[in-house]
């Protein structure tokens, strides 16, 4: 998905590319290094699409997000997936 479109979707529900990156457990500079590049991975094309999707239709994304045990993501060089 191009940056472009992923930040429309985020916008239209009024989260921002930090906010998202913070529900999600990832880096917000994560989010916001994908400018340069022009696009994200499609996953996270597909969460922002389902979002706007469930707020668009009156749903609660955040609770529903919340319930899921979300594992921060390991910093980079640590594959373990384990923090030190």
Known sequence: MKYDAFTAELKATGLSGHAFARMLK???????????????????GVIAALIHAM?????????????????????????????R
């Open 26 to 44: 990832l880096n917000p500079n994560s989010i916001s290094n994908y400018k340069a590049v022009g696009v994200v991975p499609s996953h996270l």
């Open 55 to 83: 707020n668009d239709a009156g749903l609660d994304y955040a609770s529903v997000i919340a319930r899921v045990p979300i594992e921060p993501k390991a910093p980079r060089g640590n594959s373990t997936g384990l923090l």
